[in-house]
């Protein structure tokens, strides 16, 4: 206690180390505004995990119970599944490119309008193809099924178009669902389009179904909270820093009461430390 006096009294009566403890005090605010940022995105991520949660656990509506025009969506929507019936229409299929599996592989996202009972299109993302031998595009597609069917999918966003990207025939940089209703020519929705979760009747065969990955569904919080605590640890290490300057430096000026803490805290290290002939015997028994 008196060593920690002897450095309070030349933090107060030095103006260096009162200048040094304005800049401590600076950075501590610093890496506390920082830290709280960290921990209000912890919350607004945990916020959002719990209704995606909610949300993909909830049980198939008809899409007319959520989006009651074609241009409705809210983010609170997201991961819901909706239920629509009606007939692909194969002819306005379009391929996302730039879209990678769970393991990170390069491929497409295979669009295909779905023609609804009453005339309008729902756009139905039926999952995920690789980029094949060529790499500009799939070996193959599987093919939507035909006739009346029957989709459970799960609502999505519209994307928007990517500035300064443009695509082969056939292709399309985002999910751009207005793009893909001037390629319809039909009323199209365009707030939102889902991604297939099962059809009635099943193909035969199907595109890799995109499944909510952790991060969509909850389970992942991301770093906000390790990231907030840091920032703590680094103000608390400012005046850490700060204290042990001054002590430095009383300890070079041979104050008394530094030098007889500092003897002090050599001879507590020597004691645990092992002695020579220890060590040596240790060697020895080796």
């Given at each position: 206690?008196?060593?920690?006096?002897?450095?309070?009294?030349?933090?107060?009566?030095?103006?260096?180390?009162?200048?040094?403890?304005?800049?401590?005090?600076?950075?501590?605010?610093?890496?506390?505004?920082?830290?709280?940022?960290?921990?209000?995105?912890?919350?607004?991520?945990?916020?959002?995990?719990?209704?995606?949660?909610?949300?993909?656990?909830?049980?198939?509506?008809?899409?007319?119970?959520?989006?009651?025009?074609?241009?409705?969506?809210?983010?609170?929507?997201?991961?819901?599944?909706?239920?629509?019936?009606?007939?692909?229409?194969?002819?306005?299929?379009?391929?996302?490119?730039?879209?990678?599996?769970?393991?990170?592989?390069?491929?497409?996202?295979?669009?295909?309008?779905?023609?609804?009972?009453?005339?309008?299109?729902?756009?139905?993302?039926?999952?995920?193809?690789?980029?094949?031998?060529?790499?500009?595009?799939?070996?193959?597609?599987?093919?939507?099924?035909?006739?009346?069917?029957?989709?459970?999918?799960?609502?999505?966003?519209?994307?928007?178009?990517?500035?300064?990207r443009s695509a082969p025939t056939g292709e399309i940089p985002s999910v751009d669902l207005h793009e893909v209703a001037q390629q319809v020519g039909l009323p199209t929705y365009t707030g939102a389009y889902g991604q297939v979760a099962s059809e009635s009747p099943a193909a035969a065969a199907t595109p890799q179904r995109l499944q909510p990955q952790p991060a969509d569904i909850g389970t992942d919080e991301g770093t906000h909270l390790s990231y907030g605590i840091q920032w703590i640890l680094f103000a608390l290490l400012g005046f850490g820093a700060l204290g042990w300057s001054i002590r430095r430096d009383l300890l070079d000026k041979g104050d008394e009461v530094v030098a007889a803490a500092e003897e002090r805290a050599q001879v507590r290290r020597a004691r645990r430390a092992p002695s020579d002939e220890a060590v040596e015997d240790e060697l020895v028994d080796r």
């Open positions: 206690m008196e060593q920690f006096g002897r450095i309070l009294r030349a933090l107060v009566s030095d103006g260096r180390w009162r200048r040094s403890l304005a800049l401590a005090v600076a950075f501590a605010i610093g890496c506390g505004l920082l830290s709280w940022w960290q921990f209000s995105r912890r919350a607004e991520t945990a916020a959002a995990n719990a209704l995606i949660t909610s949300n993909a656990a909830a049980a198939p509506v008809p899409l007319d119970d959520l989006l009651r025009s074609r241009t409705a969506y809210r983010p609170g929507l997201q991961w819901r599944t909706v239920e629509v019936r009606g007939t692909y229409l194969p002819q306005h299929e379009l391929l996302v490119r730039n879209r990678v599996d769970p393991d990170g592989d390069p491929g497409f996202e295979v669009l295909t309008p779905l023609r609804l009972v009453d005339g309008s299109v729902f756009v139905l993302d039926r999952g995920w193809v690789s980029i094949g031998d060529q790499h500009d595009r799939p070996n193959s597609v599987p093919a939507a099924p035909s006739g009346t069917v029957t989709v459970e999918a799960r609502l999505q966003k519209d994307e928007g178009p990517l500035a300064g």
